[in-house]
C-alpha cells in the first residue's frame, strides 16, 4: 500500500500552478527565452572550446530532467516537452560525439544528482516505484551506450578544456548559456577576491579570460549578450549572503573586513559553547 506521504500525481494536478512551479528547481522556459530572437537558430562562425561544450552537456541534461520532472508532478506531457527532450537528448549525443561519451555520461550523472539534492524534496518524492524503476532502465541503458559504471561527480574531465572544437555549431539558447556561465565564472571571482582580500595573477587571467569569450560572443549577438551577463550576475548575487554581496557592490572593503570579523567571532563562540 503507498504511504499516505507520498501525494499522487492526481492531487498535485489540482494544486495552484504557481505554488508547483515553485517546488521546481529548474524552469521549463529557456532561461534566457526573454532576450529575443529565434533560440534554435545556429549561430556560426563561433568557435567553442571544450569546457563550453562539457557545460553545454550539463545544461541539456538539467533541462532533459526538468521537463521530465515537471511532466510527472502535473500529470501532464505536452507536445513542447517532448520537443525540449528530443533536442535536450540531440544536443547531448552530438556533444559526446565530440569531447567524448564517458566524460558526457559522467557530466550528466553529476549535474542530475545535483538537481536531485537542490529541488524540493516533498517535489521529489513524489516519483512513483513504477518512475524509478523507468529512471533506473534509463540510467542503465547510458552506461551500456556511454562505457561502463558511473563514476563518481567531480571526476577529471581532462586537462584540455581550452581545445577548440570547431565541429560544434551552436545555437543561440546555447551561446546565452555560456555567456551567463562567463559572466558568472567572473563575478564568482570577484566576489573571493573581494571578500578575502587575495588577488592572484592566475584570478586575473581567468577573469580576463571570462570577459574575452563574452565578448567573442557579443560580436555575434550583439548588445543581448551582454543583458543576459547582466541578469546572471544579478541572479548569483541573490544566492549570496545579502550583507557581504551588498559591501562587495558597493566596494566597501572594510565594512567587509568587519562584517568577517564579525561572523569569525561568532563562529568560534559557536565552537566554545559546543564543546
Known amino acids: 500500500m503507498r504511504s499516505n506521504t507520498q501525494r499522487q500525481p492526481s492531487t498535485l494536478r489540482s494544486e495552484n500552478m504557481k505554488h508547483l512551479q515553485a517546488l521546481l528547481d529548474t524552469p521549463l522556459e529557456p532561461p534566457h527565452a526573454s ?28 533541462r532533459l530532467l526538468a521537463s521530465q520532472h515537471h511532466s510527472f508532478v502535473t500529470s501532464h506531457y505536452s507536445p513542447s516537452y517532448a520537443r525540449t527532450e528530443t533536442q535536450a ?8 560525439e565530440l569531447v567524448g561519451r564517458a566524460t558526457v555520461r559522467r557530466v550528466a550523472e553529476a549535474t542530475w544528482e545535483s538537481y536531485g539534492k537542490r529541488s524540493n524534496e516533498a517535489a521529489w518524492m513524489t516519483l512513483t516505484d513504477g518512475d524509478i524503476r523507468k529512471w533506473r532502465l534509463f540510467q542503465n541503458d547510458l552506461n551500456a551506450r556511454h562505457g561502463g559504471p558511473v563514476d563518481t561527480p567531480g571526476t577529471s574531465f581532462g586537462s584540455d578544456l581550452g581545445a577548440e572544437v570547431p565541429e560544434f555549431v551552436p545555437n543561440r539558447e546555447e551561446v ?10 567572473r563575478v564568482c571571482l570577484q566576489y573571493s577576491q573581494f571578500a578575502s582580500s587575495c588577488y592572484s595573477t592566475t584570478d586575473a587571467g581567468d577573469e580576463a579570460y571570462a570577459v574575452h569569450r563574452i565578448d567573442i560572443f557579443g560580436e555575434a549577438l550583439g548588445d543581448s549578450v551582454y543583458d543576459v551577463s547582466k541578469s546572471a550576475r544579478q541572479d548569483y548575487g541573490k544566492r549570496q549572503d545579502q550583507r557581504s554581496w551588498t559591501y562587495f557592490v558597493k566596494g566597501d572593503e572594510i565594512q567587509m573586513i568587519a562584517y568577517l570579523e ?14
Do not use: M, P
Open 35 to 62: 532576450f529575443a530572437g529565434d533560440l534554435h537558430c545556429d549561430v556560426t562562425g563561433l568557435v567553442l572550446i571544450r569546457e563550453e561544450l562539457i557545460t553545454l552537456a550539463s545544461y541539456w541534461a538539467a
Open 89 to 96: 537528448v540531440s544536443r547531448i549525443n552530438h556533444i559526446g
Open 176 to 185: 546565452f548559456e555560456l555567456v551567463a556561465y562567463w559572466a558568472v565564472q
Open 262 to 275: 564579525e561572523l569569525y567571532a561568532l563562529h568560534k563562540e559557536e565552537a566554545r559553547t559546543a564543546t
